[in-house]
């Protein structure tokens, strides 16, 4: 059974930072594309980052670009976000995805993604 879950969550001032973690089990990690995605209310879910299984290769959204890092731990089978100069904007709920490597799809769309974890509220106040 595979099991993605996301931590990190919380309240944060504009300004300030956080560290999201998404723990893999029940699948081979390092076959997989990690991503992280996001849902505000009212909006559709998003696209935030994508990390390669390798780590070779990392894409951001480009209102995230320069204020994120997604990276991974393949021994640890987990996946992180580090979350600088948070803005209001930023708030939603962020889930993180799994999309087999061999997959050719979009790596940008959600629907290209096998699993989900169940997600974590960022919450940043002005």
């Known amino acids: 059974q595979v099991q993605l879950e996301e931590s990190g969550g919380g309240l944060v001032q504009a300004g300030g930072s956080l560290r999201l973690s998404c723990a893999a089990s029940?699948?081979?990690?390092?076959?997989?594309?990690m991503a992280w995605f996001r849902q505000a209310p009212g909006k559709e879910r998003e696209f935030v980052a994508y990390?390669?299984?390798?780590?070779?290769?990392?894409y951001y959204a480009d209102s995230v670009k320069g204020r994120f890092t997604i990276s991974r731990d393949n021994a640890k089978n987990t996946m992180y976000l580090q979350m600088n100069s948070l803005k209001p904007e930023d708030t939603a709920v962020y889930y993180c995805?799994?999309?087999?490597?061999?997959?050719?799809?979009?790596?940008?769309?959600?629907?290209?993604?096998?699993?989900w974890g169940q997600g974590t509220q960022v919450t940043v106040a002005s």
């Open positions: 995805g799994a999309r087999f490597s061999a997959r050719r799809s979009n790596r940008y769309s959600d629907s290209s993604y096998d699993f």
């Open positions: 029940g699948l081979t990690f390092g076959s997989y594309g």
């Open positions: 990390i390669s299984w390798s780590r070779a290769s990392t």
